[in-house]
């Protein structure tokens, strides 16, 4: 087998990366805004972020059990 550096996948030209559709429209993504296609795509990526729209689920204390959750 043989030995890779670990650098020569950094070396890739943009051309050779493989393509993958802006999460925000589906077009393309570009080189400069990966992984989206635009500016604008990234800015409403950014809004929605910011806005709440994006939100990442938090336990309630009210659903935390006081012993600990169980775990002996």
Not at 23 to 39: E, L, N, Q
Request: proline residues 14%.
């Amino acid at each position: 087998m043989p030995f890779v550096k670990p650098e020569s996948r950094f070396g890739k030209k943009p051309d050779e990366a493989p393509a993958r559709p802006c999460p925000i429209c589906g077009k393309p993504a570009a080189f400069t805004d990966r992984p989206f296609c635009s500016k604008r795509c990234v800015d409403v990526d950014l809004h929605r972020w910011l806005s709440g729209v994006y939100a990442i689920p938090a336990a309630h204390e009210s659903d935390v059990e006081p012993d600990g959750g169980g775990k002996q």
